[in-house]
Every structure is written in C-alpha cells, then in structure tokens.
C-alpha cells in the first residue's frame, strides 16, 4: 500500500477513537484518570495512546501486531480474508483489534474463530469414523462390504442364488493383480456392476475381507471354494491360508476329496499329504462318502497306487459304490451296465486276481458288474493249471512296510521279576512329524509257548482314539509280538499320546531294560515320558510295551 494511503488509514483509526472518547458520558471520563484506576484503560484509551507515542512504542506495538498475526493466523490472513468476501479494511479493523487485546492482558484472546473451534471441537461436533479408528487397517476394514464410497458392484454366485456385493477399486487393485487389470489396466472393465457366476458368495467375501483387512476366517464348508477364489484372482497368501487349513483338518473320510481338489488348484504339497492319508488308512478312504464323490480321472489315479495298504476286496466295493453314486450324479438309473459304462476303463484297474478266491466268489463274481465270460476266465485262473489272459492286473499291491520304534537296550527275565495279573502297562510317546500308529509290539511269555488275551488302547489328554481287544500267541522267546488296531490311527506332532496295554495269561513275562526318553526312528524323532496309567511298573527305563508299529 502507498505510504500516503497508510498515513491517511492511521489517522483515521485516531478519528474513530476520539470519536469515540467524545461520546462517553462525563461521569465515566472523570472517573477513568490515570493513576486512580486499580485495572487497565479501556480499549479506546490504548488504542489513542498507542497512535500517538514515540518512535519507539510504535517498534512494540509492531511485535506485537506480528505476536498477534503467529497467535491468530485464521484471523489475520488476507488470502482466506478475501477468499471469504473480506476486504483489505476489514482485515485492517481485524489487526486493530488484535493488537488492543495483545495490550488488553490476554484474557480475551480466546474469541477469535480459531481458538473458538479448538476450544469447543470436541464438545459440539460429534467425533468421525475416522476419527475413532486410528490405523489404516481399522478404517479400511470399515469399509468392507460397505455401500459408503463404493465405486463397484459385484453380483456374485450362480443365477438365483447370487449376492450383491460393494467393494472399491483401488483397495482391490493393491491387493490383487487380477483386480488391478481388471480396473486399471489396457482392458479395464468400464460396467458399475461385474458378474462372477463361478464364486460362491460366502467364498468371495472372505477373499474380500481379506484384502480390506489382513483377516481370514476360514471354516470348513467354505475353504475349498475360498481356495478357488484366492487362486482365482492370484491372491497367494489367502491360498496358502486355505492349504494350511485344508492340511490340519485332513482325515480319512475327506482325503480323496481333498485329493481330487488339490490335483486341481495344483497344490503338491497338500497332494502329497492327501496319499500319505489314503496310503496308511486306505480302508477308512475308500469306504467314506467323499470317496463317492472324486471325478473319474482320481479314481483312475487311486487305482493305480501300488501302496493302497488295504485288501483288494474294499478297493472293489468301493468302486461299486463310487459307480452307484455317478449314475445318480448323471441322472441315470445305477443298473449293471449303466455302472460298467460309468467306470469304463476304471473297471480294470482293480485286481480282482489277487483276490482270495472266496473273497471273489462272495463278491465280485456274485456282483453282475462281470461279464459271465470275464467271470469264467477268473475261476479258471484260480483252478486249471493252464490259466487264461485276464485283463485284469494279476499283481497284488506293495502296501506300505509297517515300521518299529524299538524303546528298549534290551530285554531281560528273572523267575519273580515281571508278572501279569491283569493290570495296565502304559506309556506315553510324542513324534516330530504326523505318523500313523498301527499297533504295539508287546513281550510274551519268558516260561515257553503261551496264549494272551490283550486290550491296547490309544488315547490323547483321556479320549480314547482307538482300542481292540485280541488275542496273540507268545513263543517262549524274546521277541516282540505285534498286536494291531483295526485302524491305523493318525497322530498329530508335538503333542504327547497314551498307549496301554492290559494282558492276561502267563503271570511271568519278559521285560525291557535300558529305557531311552528319545528315540530316533527313521525320518521320525519320538519321545517318551511316563503315563500315571500305568499301574504294573512300565515305565521309561524298563517294562513292557517296548515297540511302537507305525507307518510313515
């Protein structure tokens, strides 16, 4: 501004004051000299004394004005003046004013709009969304599955059963390279609504949830479809995830399932897992429901396993009712030549010859699933002594070598050492790796050839896994005897299992010495601790129980 224009400015704000000063009633200006006053002059007062003091008060009443303009910076900038419609005179009454209350002591520095927000922000406007969450992961899993901001639809799921789901562009994008394509690249799709009729809805909302968050709720009814939406949309970790899930709740009633699913997604870890299953419990795989469920080329695969540990008789029954369960899947009615057209190729791939041959009268030959010539060439080969050509393979399968854990030094027997009676020998055993246990192998009699009747029993933390009660003939020597379950029972690493072991027959018996805590077996490591079941003396470094049968 011109020096004449400031000059003209100053002495108009002089005006103002003693116009001011002029137009207070007498009483209040005798009553305002200086020195009988206990407080401060009034605002017009300082304002006068100020415009009229030397060179020097003018130096302070500058600091202060520029103390003034640092305190109150909304009230004092000509850019957010002018943009608000102020003027360049407003703005000048605005420093006026501050420099009177700079002077004024303070206490009613508070009233410009600034500090008024400050003061009552907290107490007027009520607190945002954002506000209350601080993270970025917090206020982004706030808009998962949210309408607010949305910037695209998705429809989800198959006609009839599809789901509307919101989700935003860029969230996705940053967390999965299909969705960053999908929006931001050369072929971006330009629809406010997106079909994905191959995803179930459940499936996709966790793979939603996932990338808004970090967070992955996985159940078991769901994981495989959420497993095919992270491979879907190359979300790797979600799919790791799923895999890890899919490995810890592998058992033999969903392996072949799982099996089939992993083949699929191309999974060789989880496919591995899934024939280390079927191997060791081939019984209880073929026998479940979702053996009934695998498609064709699986079950091709499984009858193709030379380490299927199981009789041939199950793998045929079980193709019978994985032949029953197509036909209905195809609409057809589960007659005989519908199954054998069903299997095709499949049919051959059991090998009925290794059958016992009355396991193959009772059953395949009494089937109708055999041609009656196919059936009189299998009799044949059984019996004449010139067999003929079957298509049929005639090899029995290799199963898998059942392995021991031997816990003991060695052995021993005294004339009044270790006795029988009826009580329980139990100890309990952890692995470092998942294995199958198969049975114990127990000492007999140290006084010649007995006969023992024998309860084992498997248990983790008091529940019984598996039991079987039989019967075993001990030679007279020293040699361990082994006794099964009708199972092979998995068990999980690093938690530790009971086994028991109750006999009744010969009271003299021989018995362990030289106990080891660790033992390592193979690829697996066990260990061993003494169980309060044990009520006949077995224990670490000596008793019964001295070998672990197992697969792994």
Request: proline share 4%; net charge negative; glycine share 6%.
């Given at each position: 501004?011109?020096?004449a224009?400031?000059?003209?400015l100053?002495?108009?704000?002089?005006?103002?004051c003693l116009?001011?000063?002029?137009?207070?009633?007498?009483?209040?200006?005798?009553?305002?000299?200086?020195?009988?006053?206990?407080?401060r002059?009034?605002?017009?007062?300082?304002?006068?004394?100020?415009s009229?003091?030397s060179?020097?008060k003018?130096?302070?009443?500058q600091?202060?004005?520029?103390?003034?303009?640092?305190?109150?910076p909304?009230a004092?900038?000509?850019n957010?003046?002018?943009?608000?419609?102020?003027?360049?005179?407003?703005?000048?009454?605005?420093?006026?004013?501050?420099?009177?209350?700079?002077?004024?002591?303070?206490?009613?520095?508070?009233t410009t709009?600034t500090?008024?927000?400050?003061i009552?922000?907290?107490n007027?406007?009520?607190?945002?969304?954002?506000?209350?969450?601080?993270?970025?992961?917090?206020?982004n899993?706030?808009?998962?599955?949210?309408?607010?901001?949305?910037?695209?639809?998705?429809?989800?799921?198959?006609?009839?059963?599809?789901?509307?789901?919101?989700?935003?562009k860029?969230?996705?994008?940053?967390?999965?390279?299909?969705f960053?394509?999908?929006?931001?690249?050369?072929?971006?799709e330009?629809e406010?609504?997106?079909?994905?009729?191959?995803?179930?809805?459940?499936?996709f909302?966790?793979?939603?949830k996932?990338?808004?968050?970090?967070?992955?709720?996985?159940?078991?009814?769901?994981?495989?479809?959420?497993?095919?939406?992270?491979?879907k949309?190359?979300v790797?970790?979600?799919?790791?995830?799923?895999?890890?899930?899919?490995?810890?709740?592998?058992?033999?009633?969903?392996?072949?399932?799982?099996?089939?699913?992993?083949?699929?997604?191309?999974?060789?870890?989880?496919?591995?897992?899934?024939?280390?299953?079927i191997?060791?419990?081939?019984?209880?795989?073929?026998?479940?429901e979702?053996?009934?469920e695998?498609?064709?080329?699986?079950?091709?695969?499984?009858?193709?396993?030379e380490t299927?540990?199981?009789k041939?008789?199950?793998?045929?029954?079980?193709?019978?009712?994985?032949?029953?369960?197509?036909?209905k899947?195809?609409?057809?009615?589960?007659?005989?030549?519908?199954?054998?057209?069903?299997?095709?190729?499949?049919?051959?791939?059991?090998?009925?010859?290794?059958?016992s041959?009355?396991?193959?009268a009772?059953?395949?030959?009494q089937?109708?699933?055999?041609?009656?010539?196919e059936t009189?060439n299998?009799?044949?080969?059984?019996?004449?002594?010139n067999k003929?050509?079957l298509?049929?393979?005639?090899t029995?399968?290799?199963?898998?070598?059942?392995?021991?854990?031997?816990?003991?030094?060695?052995?021993?027997?005294r004339?009044?050492q270790?006795?029988?009676?009826?009580r329980?020998?139990?100890i309990?055993?952890?692995?470092?790796?998942?294995?199958?246990?198969?049975?114990?192998g127990?000492y007999?009699?140290?006084?010649?050839?007995?006969?023992?009747?024998?309860?084992?029993?498997?248990?983790?933390?008091?529940?019984?896994?598996?039991?079987?009660?039989?019967?075993?003939?001990?030679?007279?020597?020293?040699?361990?005897?082994?006794?099964?379950?009708?199972?092979p029972?998995q068990?999980?690493?690093?938690?530790?299992?009971?086994?028991?072991a109750?006999?009744?027959?010969?009271?003299?018996?021989?018995?362990?010495?030289?106990?080891?805590?660790?033992?390592?077996?193979?690829?697996?490591?066990?260990?061993?601790q003494?169980?309060?079941?044990?009520?006949?003396?077995?224990?670490v470094?000596?008793?019964?129980?001295?070998?672990?049968?197992?697969?792994?």
């Amino acid at each position: 501004m011109p020096t004449a224009d400031c000059r003209l400015l100053h002495h108009g704000r002089i005006m103002r004051c003693l116009t001011y000063l002029l137009l207070l009633p007498e009483t209040l200006k005798k009553s305002k000299k200086v020195g009988k006053l206990p407080g401060r002059l009034p605002v017009c007062y300082e304002i006068l004394t100020l415009s009229l003091s030397s060179t020097k008060k003018k130096q302070q009443q500058q600091q202060k004005e520029k103390m003034a303009a640092e305190l109150y910076p909304a009230a004092n900038t000509n850019n957010t003046n002018l943009a608000n419609g102020t003027t360049v005179a407003d703005t000048e009454k605005t420093k006026e004013v501050q420099v009177c209350l700079a002077g004024s002591g303070g206490s009613s520095a508070a009233t410009t709009p600034t500090t008024q927000q400050n003061i009552n922000n907290n107490n007027v406007d009520p607190p945002s969304w954002q506000c209350s969450h601080p993270t970025l992961r917090e206020r982004n899993a706030l808009m998962f599955n949210n309408e607010l901001m949305a910037d695209v639809h998705f429809i989800v799921g198959p006609l009839g059963e599809a789901k509307r789901v919101p989700a935003h562009k860029y969230v996705l994008a940053v967390g999965s390279s299909v969705f960053c394509a999908m929006f931001y690249g050369d072929l971006a799709e330009e629809e406010s609504e997106i079909h994905i009729p191959d995803v179930e809805p459940a499936a996709f909302l966790i793979l939603l949830k996932y990338l808004y968050s970090d967070e992955i709720d996985l159940e078991a009814d769901t994981v495989l479809a959420t497993l095919y939406a992270a491979k879907k949309y190359i979300v790797p970790a979600l799919a790791k995830a799923c895999v890890t899930f899919l490995e810890t709740s592998l058992e033999a009633k969903n392996a072949c399932v799982l099996l089939s699913q992993s083949r699929l997604f191309e999974e060789p870890e989880l496919t591995q897992r899934c024939w280390e299953v079927i191997d060791a419990q081939a019984e209880l795989a073929l026998c479940s429901e979702g053996f009934c469920e695998i498609d064709l080329q699986t079950l091709e695969i499984i009858l193709r396993r030379e380490t299927l540990n199981t009789k041939e008789v199950v793998v045929f029954e079980a193709v019978m009712n994985w032949a029953t369960g197509e036909c209905k899947r195809q609409g057809l009615g589960p007659t005989t030549r519908n199954r054998r057209d069903v299997l095709g190729k499949a049919l051959f791939l059991v090998r009925i010859p290794t059958m016992s041959l009355e396991e193959f009268a009772n059953g395949a030959a009494q089937s109708d699933i055999l041609t009656l010539e196919e059936t009189h060439n299998v009799f044949l080969w059984y019996t004449a002594a010139n067999k003929p050509n079957l298509d049929f393979p005639l090899t029995a399968r290799q199963g898998l070598a059942p392995q021991r854990c031997h816990r003991f030094q060695s052995s021993a027997y005294r004339s009044n050492q270790w006795r029988y009676r009826g009580r329980c020998d139990s100890i309990q055993f952890a692995v470092d790796k998942r294995i199958f246990i198969a049975g114990l192998g127990l000492y007999g009699s140290s006084g010649g050839k007995a006969e023992y009747s024998v309860k084992i029993e498997l248990k983790r933390q008091g529940v019984i896994l598996a039991q079987n009660l039989t019967n075993f003939v001990s030679d007279g020597s020293s040699s361990t005897f082994p006794v099964w379950f009708e199972h092979p029972v998995q068990v999980e690493q690093d938690a530790f299992y009971t086994v028991s072991a109750v006999l009744d027959g010969n009271e003299l018996s021989y018995f362990g010495q030289e106990g080891m805590t660790e033992v390592q077996c193979g690829k697996v490591t066990f260990q061993f601790q003494c169980s309060s079941d044990s009520t006949n003396g077995t224990g670490v470094q000596g008793g019964q129980i001295p070998e672990l049968v197992f697969y792994a």
